[in-house]
């Protein structure tokens, strides 16, 4: 048995050792596995492949390298139903919150603390409405963190900012056996720091404390491995159909935040 497994670690620390620093997919659907570590490599079975994430440890914390869904950053720029920039409520929320003289960074650091603290999260105020849209979530000034996505993304796009959509699986409530479900963030590029970061617009409260860096992640929840949470690697240029799907098919927040929201993708 010994031998067995000091075969497949080799195995393993060859292919690490051959797709370097890069996220490379791995096409493999007849390993048996789900999941394999070696060192800062780490091997997931997402979307039918093996995606090689190349997690990287500072100070004590998983930093995980992104993969984008599209090579254009145009495609991350796009107006879409969800995104709906154009949308007079969100012109004129972006007057308001833009200036010319602002930079990139700064309009992003605005944008995603206008929707952090002033959009509430439905599940927080226990609101029943269900939202969807951009201009849905900011005439209501609320939605989950799916809803909340759309809008900060649109405010972004609206700007010329590429924002894109990540995702997390995370315990519903506090154990496992309570459930899971997909919780949504967005990815911000910024061109004059020439990288993707992470940012999630929630909204915090009493054990979440999401802030804006851009030097290292500051997100709402903190992934627990142990519990078979994980963190999804791609940046979408749309919200998940998964996402979309359960807001639209929903029309009470309550009932579907505790039984209808997306275990997986």
């Known amino acids: 048995l010994l031998a067995i497994l000091q075969i497949f670690n080799y195995f393993f620390f060859i292919i690490a050792f051959a797709v370097g620093q890069e996220g490379i ?19 997931t079975w997402y979307n039918n492949e093996y995606i090689c994430m190349n997690m990287q440890k500072r100070i004590g914390v998983w930093i995980l390298n992104l993969i984008c869904e599209s090579e254009k950053l145009d495609d991350y720029l796009l107006e879409l139903n969800e995104v709906n920039y154009s949308n007079s409520i969100i012109k004129k929320k972006a007057d308001e919150l833009f200036n010319p003289l602002q930079t990139e960074i ?48 649109s405010l972004l796009r609206s700007q010329g900012i590429p924002t894109g959509f990540c995702y997390q699986r995370l315990m519903l409530f506090d154990t496992p056996e309570k459930g899971y479900c997909i919780h949504a963030l967005n990815a911000i590029f910024f061109k004059t720091l020439n990288k993707w970061i992470r940012v999630d617009a929630r909204g915090n409260k009493k054990g979440i404390d999401a802030q804006f860096s851009i030097e290292e992640e500051k997100l709402a929840f903190p992934i627990n491995r142990n519990s078979d949470e994980m963190d999804y690697p791609v940046i979408y240029t749309k919200p998940h159909f998964k996402t979309v ?21």
């Open 25 to 43: 997919s791995l096409t493999n659907q007849e390993l048996p596995i789900i999941e394999i570590s070696y060192g800062i490599f780490c091997f």
């Open 106 to 153: 700064e309009k992003a650091k605005v944008s995603f603390e206008f929707v952090r603290d002033e959009i509430s999260h439905s599940w927080d105020i226990q609101s029943k409405r269900v939202t969807c849209n951009a201009s849905e979530v900011l005439v209501y000034k609320e939605g989950i963190c799916y809803a909340k996505s759309h809008l900060l993304a």
């Open 245 to 265: 799907s359960v807001l639209v098919e929903n029309t009470n927040t309550l009932e579907m935040y505790k039984h209808h929201l997306p275990q997986s993708l």
